[in-house]
T-cell receptor, first 110, second 113 residues
């Protein structure tokens, strides 16, 4: 059973068209939820950590939110340079490792 | 600061060959890890280390060995390569085992024929 599910798998937006990416999780005892950005041919780049339901973090055009079952990455007025794959990961309880979702590939068209 | 470096960037192996993927970090981070990334499956943890001399298995450790003799280096050894090990491999580090803000290297693309 998947612990971390991201949707949609792919998303195409026009420049300026705001939208949200979803990360749902089924782990118990969430210790932290992490968002990363990955550009083609590169390693993931850390964006945000969320620890508790109701928490929000912002960075430029991105805002991450967390509930007890899912997290959203809201992208406001995206630009072509926001095109990337966005990865979500969770840390469960005392586990010393992260479980990653398979990502959402975002394409922003000029 | 170079951050996390990985060598080689690309590698082709024949089934049964062995090799070592190198990973080094200059951030003085205690926690290091190795992931593999396959299409549609996300990043999966192979092995990790919480400090020099300490290693542990992740989700998919079979066919791989690691050692951590220094804080800076964390090599990944493929003992006898198999086509199922064709993947992109990422090394990552974090400040310590309580921090999962991980910094990733650029990756090694491995093909096993």
């Amino acid at each position: 059973e998947d612990q971390v599910t991201q949707s949609p798998e792919a998303l195409r937006l026009q420049e300026g068209e705001s939208s949200s990416l979803n990360c749902s999780y089924t782990v118990s005892g969430l210790r932290g939820l992490f968002w990363y950005r990955q550009d083609p041919g590169k390693g993931p780049e850390f964006l945000f950590t969320l620890y508790s339901a109701g928490e929000e973090k912002e960075k430029e055009r991105l805002k991450a939110t967390l509930t007890k079952k899912e997290s959203f990455l809201h992208i406001t007025a995206p630009k072509p340079e926001d095109s990337a794959t966005y990865l979500c990961a969770v840390q469960e309880g005392s586990a010393r490792q992260l479980t990653f979702g398979s990502g959402t590939q975002l394409t922003v068209l000029p | 600061n170079a951050g996390v470096t990985q060598t080689p960037k690309f590698q082709v192996l024949k089934t049964g060959q062995s090799m070592t993927l190198q990973c080094a970090q200059d951030m003085n981070h205690e926690y290091m890890s190795w992931y593999r990334q396959d299409p549609g499956m996300g990043l999966r943890l192979i092995h990790y280390s919480v400090g020099a001399g300490i290693t542990d298995q992740g989700e998919v450790p079979n066919g791989y060995n690691v050692s951590r003799s220094t804080t800076e280096d964390f090599p990944l050894r493929l003992l006898s390569a198999a086509p199922s090990q064709t993947s992109v491999y990422f090394c990552a580090c974090a400040r310590d085992s309580s921090s999962y803000e991980q910094y990733f290297g650029p990756g090694t693309r491995l093909t096993v024929t």
